[in-house]
C-alpha cells in the first residue's frame, strides 16, 4: 500500500506542477497572440497606404502622360504614341512596386505570427520539461 500511496502522491505532486506551469504560461501565450495581433494591426495601415501612394503616382503619371501626349500630337503623331507607351510602362512598375510592398508587408505579418508560434509552442514544452523534472525530482528526494 505504501508504494501505490508514494507513486499516487508522485502523480499529484507532477500534475500539480504541470497544471501550475500552464498557468504561467497562459499570460506568456497570450501576450505573444496580442503582439502578433498588434503586429498585423500596424502593418495593415502601411500597406494600405502604400497602395494609395502607388495609385496617386499612378494617376500622377496618368496625367502627365496625357498633357504631354496633347501637346505631342500637335508635334508629332509619333511622339504620342511613344508617350503612351512610356505611360503604360511606367503605370505597369507602379502596380508591381505596390505589389511587391504590399507582399513585403505581408510577408512581415507572417514571419511575426510564424515566431510568436513558435514562442508559445516553446514556452509550452518548457513548461512540461519543468513539471517532469520536478516529478522526478520529488521522486529523488523521497528515496
Do not use: C, H, Y
Amino acid at each position: 500500500m505504501g508504494l501505490m500511496d508514494k507513486l499516487k502522491q508522485w502523480m499529484g505532486t507532477a500534475k500539480e506542477g504541470a497544471s501550475d506551469l500552464a498557468e504561467k504560461a497562459e499570460p506568456l501565450a497570450k501576450k505573444a497572440r496580442d503582439f502578433a495581433s498588434d503586429a498585423v494591426e500596424k502593418a495593415e495601415p502601411l500597406a494600405q497606404k502604400a497602395k494609395e501612394s502607388a495609385s496617386e503616382v499612378i494617376d500622377n503619371v496618368g496625367e502627365r502622360v496625357s498633357e504631354i501626349s496633347g501637346k505631342a500630337k500637335n508635334a508629332a503623331g509619333d511622339a504620342a504614341q511613344a508617350a503612351a507607351g512610356a505611360a503604360d510602362e511606367v503605370s505597369d512598375k507602379a502596380s508591381d512596386a505596390a505589389g511587391a510592398a504590399a507582399q513585403t508587408v505581408q510577408n512581415a505579418a507572417e514571419a511575426a505570427k510564424e515566431k510568436v508560434e513558435n514562442a508559445t509552442d516553446q514556452t509550452s514544452d518548457e513548461a512540461t520539461d519543468e513539471a517532469s523534472d520536478e516529478a522526478k525530482g520529488d521522486g529523488g528526494g523521497a528515496s
